[in-house]
């Protein structure tokens, strides 16, 4: 295409557009679930990413799940 030429409708993709809208997503998760991702990912997410488990300070929210004897 030369300086000053228009774009023909070959060289033009058209795009849809939609109309606003809102996505609202909830979740939930239980004590035996955290203990699970505790157990299951959290150290092995540590060691894969080469995080030295002397490093890391765990802080949690006093939320029950996170307090439960299970989870202590």
């Known amino acids: 295409k030369k300086k000053g030429e228009g774009l ?3 060289e033009v993709k058209g795009t849809v557009k939609f109309g606003g809208g809102s996505l ?8 035996n679930g955290y203990v699970a991702i ?3 990912g959290l150290l092995q997410s540590m060691q894969d990413s080469g995080i030295p488990a002397d490093e890391v300070i765990f802080q949690q929210d006093n939320d ?4 439960s004897r299970r989870a202590q």
Request: overall charge positive.
């Open 8 to 10: 023909t409708s070959r």
């Open 24 to 31: 609202m997503v909830w979740g939930c998760i239980g004590w």
């Open 64 to 67: 029950p799940k996170h307090t």
């Open 38 to 40: 505790l157990e299951r």
